[in-house]
């Protein structure tokens, strides 16, 4: 069987000493050692103050965890085994010797099998006075159970770190160091979700099968699949259910081993294939859940920090705190991974105000009224054609400006398309609204210019407004981006439109369905032609065949077509 080529890499045999040395390279104050650990460069370690040191270390593909949080402040060191493979007892003693400054190394060490084990021997070997501190914070594997490992160190580990590397910083001795970081650890629980496993560049092979419309809860970060695999074809969950489900975990954990207080921490850890706005979503969504079951978060945190390669899932760590705790956490640390952490978060919902209100007297505006409902049936066809021919927020951009237009449309014209202009620059963005923006005020200028409104204007007046309209439109159009006829974008369909518009008589709906049909045809045009502006420019032929979006919404101010028969 062959496997889809997902990552980037010379050669399988290569990839970790390779990986490994752009690591080191790329970190500002870490240097390797070829005994198999990155250390924190320095002159002579011999020659610093004597303090206690901190090292960590664990299979690879957790990056940045363990190597990008070596600093002054945080970790001496860190032992990278293999890909999900913990280091061995050799690389963790070389380490510790090369770490000791005279008082004694604390190891960091998460609670699986292989870590511990060589830990310990490297420990029970070890030259150095060594204090252990063990990471057991994954609820998702708190199993009551003698013959169970217990729960997996997981996302709690860098906070662990960060505590031990700021009280050693501080000149604490070697077990007050080790107490306070496994004090950290103790009070801390994690658990995770993930949406796609990760691949392996090693082999070509996802860490673990997940059908198409399943996710895993309580995911492991070697690529574990969790412990429970769940199909959400029928029902997605929301970003506020898993997250209350994770909580739900985490704080029974904490409460069953007796953890008090209400001052915690909170972190919102992405796996490595989770964007930073679905991070900050859920970090939001953590946030005011702990603070409606009575928590305060005096501290949070939020980043790809404890990654399972490139894992589309999150991890939600808490850690109840105290003021020592807090104290070691804001300490400064030149690790280069550690992100900013926010000191008492208060979430509020990012609402942009538009208090523009959308006109509601008079008689129902009937051209205007069947404008936005013919848009209103289509956002999604919208998206999905803009999908191929764009950027694909075609559709959505329009339902940010009209989905909750009411209908039926109230008012004079020049006052709807005035409104109209106003949602399109203010809601929709992007180039979409900017564009239709400017095209709707320069309609609706042109129409107060004139003093006609459709409700009650004959067909020739009405004609020769919407004539005036659509050319000042195009015109502004094509000053404001470039875009000219030909250019595969709206302006085929309203030029055409403009020059019908100018030689249209009859009643205001004869005028619409003169001008609708060059319209139409104007947004026929598109398919086939190579665009030359917009985001549809720059894909170049893959976007040939497919007929521009705003060209064909534009032709629903005129008359109805369905999107299929462009």
Same mark, same amino acid.
Request: with cysteine.
């Given at each position: 069987?062959?496997?889809?080529?997902?990552?980037?890499?010379?050669?399988?045999?290569?990839?970790?000493?390779?990986?490994?040395?752009?690591?080191?390279?790329?970190?500002?104050?870490?240097?390797?050692?070829?005994?198999?650990?990155?250390?924190?460069?320095?002159?002579?370690?011999?020659?610093?103050?004597?303090?206690?040191?901190?090292?960590?270390?664990?299979?690879?593909?957790?990056?940045?965890?363990?190597?990008?949080?070596?600093?002054?402040?945080?970790?001496?060191?860190?032992?990278?085994?293999?890909?999900?493979?913990?280091?061995?007892?050799?690389?963790?003693?070389?380490?510790?010797?090369?770490?000791?400054?005279?008082?004694?190394?604390?190891?960091?060490?998460?609670?699986?099998?292989?870590?511990?084990?060589?830990?310990?021997?490297?420990?029970?070997?070890?030259?150095?006075?060594?204090?252990?501190?063990?990471?057991?914070?994954?609820?998702?594997?708190?199993?009551?159970?003698?013959?169970?490992?217990?729960?997996?160190?997981?996302?709690?580990?860098?906070?662990?770190?960060?505590?031990?590397?700021?009280?050693?910083?501080?000149?604490?001795?070697?077990?007050?160091?080790?107490?306070?970081?496994?004090?950290?650890?103790?009070?801390?629980?994690?658990?995770?979700?993930?949406?796609?496993?990760?691949?392996?560049?090693?082999?070509?092979?996802?860490?673990?099968?997940?059908?198409?419309?399943?996710?895993?809860?309580?995911?492991?970060?070697?690529?574990?699949?969790?412990?429970?695999?769940?199909?959400?074809?029928?029902?997605?969950?929301?970003?506020?259910?898993?997250?209350?489900?994770? $909580?739900?975990?985490?704080?029974?954990?904490?409460?069953?081993?007796?953890?008090?207080?209400?001052?915690?921490?909170?972190?919102?850890?992405?796996?490595?294939?989770?964007?930073?706005?679905?991070?900050?979503?859920?970090?939001?969504?953590?946030?005011?859940?702990?603070?409606?079951?009575?928590?305060?978060?005096?501290?949070?945190?939020?980043?790809?920090?404890?990654?399972?390669?490139?894992?589309?899932?999150?991890?939600?760590?808490?850690?109840?705190?105290?003021?020592?705790?807090?104290? $070691?956490?804001?300490?400064?640390?030149?690790?280069?991974?550690?992100?900013?952490?926010?000191?008492?978060?208060?979430?509020?919902?990012?609402?942009?105000?538009?208090?523009?209100?959308?006109?509601?007297?008079?008689?129902?505006?009937?051209?205007?009224?069947?404008?936005?409902?013919?848009?209103?049936?289509?956002?999604?066809?919208?998206?999905?054609?803009?999908?191929?021919?764009?950027?694909?927020?075609?559709?959505?951009?329009?339902?940010?400006?009209?989905?909750?237009?009411?209908?039926?449309?109230?008012?004079?014209?020049?006052?709807?398309?005035?409104?109209?202009?106003?949602?399109?620059?203010?809601?929709?963005?992007?180039?979409?609204?900017?564009?239709?923006?400017?095209?709707?005020?320069?309609?609706?200028?042109?129409?107060?210019?004139?003093?006609?409104?459709?409700?009650?204007?004959?067909?020739?007046?009405?004609?020769?407004?919407?004539?005036?309209?659509?050319?000042?439109?195009?015109?502004?159009?094509?000053?404001?981006?470039?875009?000219?006829?030909?250019?595969?974008?709206?302006?085929?369909?309203?030029?055409?439109?403009?020059?019908?518009?100018?030689?249209?008589?009859?009643?205001?709906?004869?005028?619409?369905?003169?001008?609708?049909?060059?319209?139409?045809?104007?947004?026929?045009?598109?398919?086939?032609?190579?665009?030359?502006?917009?985001?549809?420019?720059?894909?170049?032929?893959?976007?040939?065949?497919?007929?521009?979006?705003?060209?064909?919404?534009?032709?629903?101010?005129?008359?109805?077509?369905?999107?299929?028969?462009?």
């Amino acid at each position: 069987m062959t496997h889809t080529f997902k990552s980037f890499r010379n050669t399988t045999d290569h990839f970790m000493r390779e990986a490994l040395g752009g690591l080191v390279a790329a970190h500002p104050c870490a240097e390797w050692h070829d005994e198999g650990f990155v250390g924190l460069s320095l002159p002579d370690t011999s020659a610093g103050a004597r303090r206690v040191a901190v090292i960590s270390g664990g299979g690879s593909g957790h990056e940045p965890m363990h190597a990008g949080f070596i600093g002054e402040g945080m970790l001496d060191a860190a032992c990278p085994g293999l890909l999900f493979t913990s280091p061995n007892a050799v690389q963790i003693d070389a380490a510790t010797e090369w770490a000791d400054r005279g008082a004694g190394v604390v190891h960091v060490v998460k609670n699986y099998t292989g870590d511990v084990m060589n830990f310990t021997v490297a420990a029970n070997h070890a030259q150095a006075e060594v204090e252990h501190v063990r990471i057991a914070d994954d609820v998702a594997t708190e199993i009551d159970n003698d013959d169970s490992p217990g729960r997996r160190g997981t996302g709690a580990t860098v906070i662990v770190e960060k505590v031990a590397g700021a009280a050693a910083a501080r000149g604490d001795d070697l077990r007050t160091v080790a107490g306070i970081a496994q004090r950290a650890a103790d009070q801390s629980r994690s658990m995770a979700v993930a949406l796609q496993p990760g691949h392996s560049p090693t082999s070509d092979r996802d860490t673990f099968d997940l059908d198409e419309g399943q996710i895993e809860v309580g995911v492991g970060i070697h690529g574990e699949p969790g412990v429970e695999r769940r199909d959400i074809a029928q029902a997605q969950p929301t970003a506020q259910a898993l997250v209350a489900e994770l $909580l739900d975990g985490v704080l029974q954990s904490l409460r069953d081993a007796g953890v008090e207080g209400d001052d915690v921490m909170l972190f919102v850890n992405g796996l490595g294939g989770t964007s930073q706005l679905e991070q900050d979503l859920v970090f939001g969504e953590a946030l005011k859940q702990l603070t409606q079951r009575g928590l305060k978060v005096r501290r949070g945190m939020r980043g790809t920090l404890v990654t399972s390669l490139n894992m589309a899932g999150i991890s939600l760590t808490v850690t109840a705190l105290d003021d020592e705790l807090i104290e $070691l956490i804001d300490a400064e640390t030149s690790a280069p991974a550690w992100p900013g952490v926010v000191r008492e978060p208060e979430y509020a919902d990012a609402r942009m105000v538009d208090d523009e209100a959308q006109p509601d007297e008079g008689e129902e505006n009937t051209w205007l009224t069947a404008f936005v409902e013919r848009l209103s049936r289509s956002f999604d066809d919208l998206t999905v054609l803009d999908r191929e021919a764009g950027d694909g927020d075609f559709g959505q951009n329009m339902e940010a400006a009209f989905g909750d237009v009411e209908t039926p449309v109230r008012g004079a014209d020049a006052e709807v398309l005035s409104f109209f202009a106003h949602r399109m620059l203010v809601r929709a963005g992007g180039t979409s609204g900017a564009v239709l923006g400017t095209f709707f005020r320069e309609m609706a200028d042109a129409f107060e210019a004139a003093g006609v409104d459709s409700r009650a204007a004959d067909g020739d007046e009405f004609a020769a407004a919407l004539a005036e309209g659509l050319q000042r439109g195009v015109d502004a159009i094509t000053e404001l981006g470039g875009a000219k006829e030909g250019d595969n974008t709206l302006v085929d369909a309203l030029a055409p439109a403009a020059r019908a518009a100018k030689d249209s008589r009859g009643s205001v709906q004869e005028v619409l369905e003169l001008v609708f049909g060059p319209a139409v045809e104007g947004a026929k045009s598109t398919r086939g032609m190579q665009a030359k502006k917009g985001r549809a420019s720059y894909l170049g032929e893959s976007a040939k065949d497919v007929p521009d979006p705003g060209a064909i919404a534009v032709t629903w101010l005129f008359g109805d077509a369905a999107v299929d028969e462009f």
